[in-house]
């Protein structure tokens, strides 16, 4: 397609050379003309084609790169036509958790602000707990992908070419055990993971953070993190200092850090859990729906800064009402961070992800919330990633130029045009999680996909969870499902590699913990032989194909540090698959009396927590996935 472009192009030209590939149009002297105005309305987007001549009106900048793709997706089949939206949110896009693990390349990055910039998505925020470099301490993100100032700058540049605002999301109290970890910053350290706050040197390193995190960003807005700090005040802290409240030691704290932030011209946000945590009788529930927040407090916390209320998991817009009431009463300025759940799994629990973001979206715009956030955490090790999200994201895109809940035939076609997918085969991901046994859109995040890889064959931490569940045929349905549905053709495709692979794994180790079991109570010595010869070196090719699947779609994403975390797990899988099949047959051969692996009762793995009843079921930490015996034992937490 050839376009030639008529306006004020200054600030555009960049964008608009970037995204040509994507769009796949060349500018020339013959092609459509296009006339480029600036709308007097900030939130008004027109796109049109009348009588061979088009049109975008833009209000900003942002929204012209929406616009020019929605001109492209329209005009493909469609000979006159006008699109009018208007943007419901000021701020809306991700958050990259560029923390466990998976840092983005910048090339990858790139890549995912051209799908942004086609979305219409104005604003992009980088959580780096450990993962930027700062002057003078080495061991701040030692060996994890730490981001240099240039690289930052450079991604930076590049979004600002789209009018997308990057800014940095850091931790300045919790959430920094990578970084504590290291003997030589001990005196930082107040617990495992929390600053030694109330002392000189903490808050020199919370002025270097902050000067380091916010250098590269043309953006003045920085998260300054601050949640989960449970363990605050409980470590050195109250070695030295006695005991204190908390809520005094947290506002001291923050006091500080919005000076430091103040200083150098910077507008702060924070999440917003360990007030409402303080608040509540059970300080550990921060969704306590009898929480009350008292006014001496309110009146306590400093109000210039915004307070991100996060919420990952309601489907009911009364749940959403009720909270954002509470967080009105901290007076602060309020910003909502749903998520799209890639968190704990191999997939996207998009049954979960796109009912909860829908309401919540909605509820934001009854509520006058102007600014969102869809994240996308990585927890522990983050096999995910966030591209296979980007259905998700389109979802959070289209709430943000509609005054209504976006249709679904719509969102398909909009998805399909800015990643080249169809909403259906990214749906398919979700299978990998929600399978027999689920609740309803896996509501309760039930993660098979890694705990069923992970587990021990001989020692079937999972087995009894998944009895009578057919793991095995779901598996192999949505093998067949991935693979019929994907497009070889589509730049995105290598995205389901990984999926198919390891469906291909999960049908057929699934339930083999199961079968081994009953084959040695029975004393079948026949299926334990087929199992230790055949099955059990079958799955372990099937392991190998995708670990060799998912490194290659690892370092075409991320820095390689890393890596080696989930390199070191398909090494555990197989090597235990081995030595499975070691002891089977020296049990058959009769060189040991009896497998005492199987000779244990399999138990439920969950019987009391959240989690009950829930089928599948639910680990959020791969060592305790692997094995019920130490893993790792730190004597001293603190």
């Not at 997939?347 to 600014?371: F, H, P």
């Amino acid at each position: 397609m050839k376009l030639r472009f008529e306006g004020d192009l200054t600030t555009l030209t960049p964008g608009i050379q970037a995204l040509s590939h994507d769009l796949g149009f060349t500018e020339a002297k013959d092609g459509l003309t296009v006339q480029v105005e600036v709308s007097t309305s900030v939130e008004e987007l027109v796109v049109g084609l009348h009588q061979g001549k088009a049109y975008i009106r833009y209000g900003q900048k942002h929204q012209f790169f929406r616009g020019l793709g929605l001109l492209i997706q329209h005009s493909s089949n469609e000979e006159t036509f006008e699109l009018r939206e208007k943007q419901q949110f000021d701020t809306i896009g991700p958050m990259f958790d560029l923390s466990r693990n998976a840092v983005l390349s910048v090339s990858s990055f790139k890549f995912m602000l051209n799908k942004m910039a086609l979305m219409g998505l104005n604003t992009v925020m980088l959580y780096m707990e450990d993962t930027y470099a700062i002057e003078g301490e080495p061991y701040f993100g030692y060996m994890r992908g730490r981001y240099t100032q240039v690289e930052l700058k450079e991604i930076d540049d590049y979004a600002d070419q789209f009018g997308i605002e990057a800014f940095p999301s850091i931790q300045t109290l919790a959430h920094l055990e990578e970084f504590l970890k290291w003997e030589p910053v001990s005196n930082y350290k107040d617990t495992k993971g929390a600053l030694l706050v109330g002392e000189d040197r903490t808050d020199q390193l919370i002025e270097k953070m902050i000067e380091a995190a916010s250098a590269p960003f043309r953006s003045r807005k920085i998260h300054v993190g601050m949640d989960e700090a449970e363990e605050l005040g409980r470590g050195k802290y109250l070695d030295r200092n006695g005991y204190r409240s908390r809520f005094d030691i947290m506002t001291e704290h923050l006091e500080k850090v919005l000076n430091c932030a103040r200083s150098h011209g910077l507008k702060p946000m924070m999440w917003s859990d360990m007030f409402l945590k303080l608040a509540s009788e059970n300080s550990s529930e921060y969704y306590d729906k009898d929480t009350q927040i008292p006014e001496e407090m309110a009146r306590l916390i400093p109000k210039d800064v915004d307070m991100v209320y996060w919420d990952y998991v309601h489907t009911e817009q009364e749940e959403y009402e009720n909270l954002i009431a509470k967080h009105r009463k901290l007076g602060n300025n309020l910003v909502f961070a749903g998520a799209v759940w890639i968190f704990n799994t191999f997939g996207v629990n998009y049954g979960l992800s796109l009912n909860a973001s829908d309401t919540a979206l909605q509820v934001c715009k009854k509520e006058g919330i102007r600014e969102v956030y869809a994240t996308m955490w990585g927890d522990d090790g983050n096999e995910s990633n966030p591209f296979i999200a980007l259905l998700g994201l389109q979802l959070y895109a289209e709430h943000a130029y509609s005054e209504e809940s976006p249709d679904h035939k719509y969102l398909a076609e909009r998805v399909k045009f800015c990643t080249g997918i169809d909403s259906d085969t990214f749906l398919q991901l979700k299978y990998l999680d929600e399978t027999p046994g689920a609740e309803p859109n896996n509501q309760k995040q039930s993660n098979p996909s890694k705990f069923l890889l992970y587990q021990d064959v001989l020692l079937g931490l999972f087995d009894k969870q998944i009895e009578g569940l057919d793991m095995a045929e779901h598996y192999s349905k949505v093998e067949y499902n991935i693979r019929s549905q994907r497009n070889k053709d589509a730049e995105l495709d290598y995205l389901f590699e990984v999926p198919e692979k390891l469906c291909g794994v999960l049908k057929q180790k699934s339930e083999i913990g199961i079968t081994l079991k009953r084959a040695y109570d029975e004393k079948d010595n026949e299926t334990l032989r087929r199992i230790a010869t055949q099955t059990l070196p079958t799955i372990s090719d099937a392991v190998r194909e995708l670990r060799a699947a998912h490194r290659s779609q690892w370092l075409r994403m991320f820095k390689p540090f890393g890596w080696e975390v989930i390199d070191i797990r398909y090494g555990g899988v197989v090597n235990r698959l081995d030595t499975a099949s070691l002891r089977i047959l020296d049990y058959i051969e009769g060189r040991i009396e009896r497998i005492e692996e199987l000779e244990q009762e399999r138990l439920l793995y969950s019987t009391t927590n959240r989690f009950t009843n829930k089928g599948a079921g639910w680990c959020s930490f791969y060592y305790r996935m692997a094995t019920p015996n130490v893993f790792f034992h730190v004597l001293n937490p603190f």
